[in-house]
Structures are given as C-alpha cells and as structure tokens.
C-alpha cells in the first residue's frame, strides 16, 4: 500500500508560481511511476505531467509544457511539480497518483491517489 499526501496549492494571480509536493510513504517509492493530474469544475480529470521511475522519462500535457516541470526525490520520497507563468485555465484540484504497473499513470488508473490540493489562479 502507498499512501500519497499533497501540498503547495493555493491562490495565485495570473503570471505567478507554486510548487506542489506529493509526500509517498508505505512502500518502495522508487520503483513507482508518478504522475499529477488535475481536475477542474464541469471538466474531466486529465494527466499534467508524469516521470518514470528512473526519471529519464517525463511527459507534459501540451498545454503545461514549457511552463511546468514534473520531479522527484526517490531518497526523500517526494513527487514535485513546479508551476510557472500560471493562467486561470490552471484552476484545479491537483492530484498525485502512483503504479509500478506499465502504463497505468498515462492511463489514468493508477491504483494510488492522494486527496488533492486546490490551485486557484486569478486574473
């Protein structure tokens, strides 16, 4: 079992930044793929970012790319996602989701999730 815990969101105007955290306890974190994903009122939830285990691999959903960069500490177990230049349409619940299942996290059906933490964007 892993147990995922975000942090970092909050309120902040168009063109600024946050970092978020996803704090993994319970199992080998390292071997996990890791991804973040959000989900707006009305809207479904969609992949952001995601980094492979080894971390020689990171995907970026077209609209974040360039602005958002995907990390992760695998001695301290934390997942990041640092976002920059951020745009109202970032507005979301940010979630962290975890597999050592090829391709669930790109899939969206990772066995892991943590609760979420709110990003608000105001222009």
């Known amino acids: 079992q892993v147990q995922l815990v975000e942090s970092g969101g909050g309120l902040v105007q168009a063109g600024g930044s946050l970092r978020l955290s996803c704090a993994a306890s319970?199992?080998?974190?390292?071997?996990?793929?890791m991804g973040w994903f959000r989900q707006a009122p009305g809207k479904e939830r969609e992949l952001v970012a995601a980094i492979s285990w080894r971390m020689d691999r990171t995907y970026y959903e077209d609209s974040v790319r360039g602005r958002f960069a995907i990390s992760r500490d695998n001695a301290k177990n934390i997942l990041y996602l640092q976002m920059n230049s951020l745009k109202p349409e970032d507005t979301a619940v940010y979630y962290c989701a975890a597999d050592d299942r090829p391709g669930t996290v790109l899939t969206g059906i990772s066995r892991y999730w943590g609760q979420g933490t709110q990003v608000t964007v105001s222009s």
């Open positions: 319970g199992r080998t974190f390292s071997s996990y793929t």
